[in-house]
């Protein structure tokens, strides 16, 4: 494969990366700290178009293909997590769900305005006993005719209070099995419709997490998204290319973890010369730039099936399964490289440690990608 890159995709490369260092990367630790995102920057990500990158510019997206997507990923995600999660999630998830199964008028009411990031959306599949099992469904959505009574509790939803719009999937028709399931949209403010208390959790900090609940929420029929029972499929369609974002998340938390481990090694001293010089840490440096390039052609690979209408399933899943082990590994690594100044805030390397751990879980655990790996290649 050739991943040589256009002139556009550099330039947007480029966009993400000074995006990232003038507007992210200061109170990114303070961010961390105090559990907060501010709207400004939300709406400046919105401004810039990373909001709705593969949206189709009618409607108001930046109509960009999903290597650019990926590329962005990697360099907001090397500065702060919790932005690109918004940005993967908005993208991914959302926007993608919407324009590729949603009515005409779906797109006008919703996507137009999620993709130009007026409005943030959230994707809403796990449930308090249904993360990994997730044809497990126990929300309901009860059929009464021109509308829908939707009834449960959602899960560890990303922009759970920020969000506007959420996608629900929900149980319909339980004796059908997943195949009775459906996607729904719900609007903030349906009544009946309640956002819980913010998750305080280990890392991606500034990224809201919620609980949602849904008491007898009344959802028109218009607002369901594709034919009756079409939920759990689409819930997977989506989270096949959400996986790609993911991946590509985990990609910038390895490689600017990697990044600070270089620079700090060149400039750190012990035993008379700069650490670099030590052999126990070159090797660490090598592992490291080697097992991120793998991840990096896994990630573009899967970005460059999607985008040449190759199934991606399976090089999503691969490209997620590998980019966030090495997100992981990288990270420790880089805090071991930094030694005691690794181990306080000041460093980011211990923030992109706790951030790496999410991209093990969310969109698929790892367990869950061996399933969908070891499927496709056993099926043939
Ligand atoms: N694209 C389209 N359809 C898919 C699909 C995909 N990538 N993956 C599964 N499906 C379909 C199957 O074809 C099947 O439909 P049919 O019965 O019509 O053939 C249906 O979904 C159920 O699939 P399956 O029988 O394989 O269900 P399982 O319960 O055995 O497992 C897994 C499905 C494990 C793959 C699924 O539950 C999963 O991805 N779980 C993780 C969910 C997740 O990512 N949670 C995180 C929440 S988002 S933060």
Redesign the pocket.
Known sequence: MDFTLSEEQLMIKQAAKDFAQSELLPGVIERDETQTFPNELVQKMGQLGFLGMMVNEKYGGSGLDTLSYVLAMEELSKVDASASVMVSVNNS?VCWGLETYGTEAQKEKYLTRLASGEIIGA?C??EPEA?????SQKTTAIDKGDHYILNGTKN?I?NGNRAEVYLVIAQTHVEKG??GINALIVEKGMEGFEIGPKENKLGIRGSDTHSLLFNDVKVPKENRIGEDGFG??F???T??G??IGIAAQALGIAAGAYELALQYSKQRKAFGTEIANHQAIAFKLADMHTKIQAARHLVYQAACDKDAKRDY?LSGAMAKLYASEVAMETAIEAVQVHGGNGYVKDYHVERLMRDAKITQI????SE?QK??IS?SILKD
């Open positions: 998830l994707f599949l796990s993360g990994s099992d997730a044809t560890w990303t997943h195949h759990f499929k819930a997977m369609k989270l096949a959400g996986r399933t969310y969109e698929g655990t869950i399933i969908v499927r």
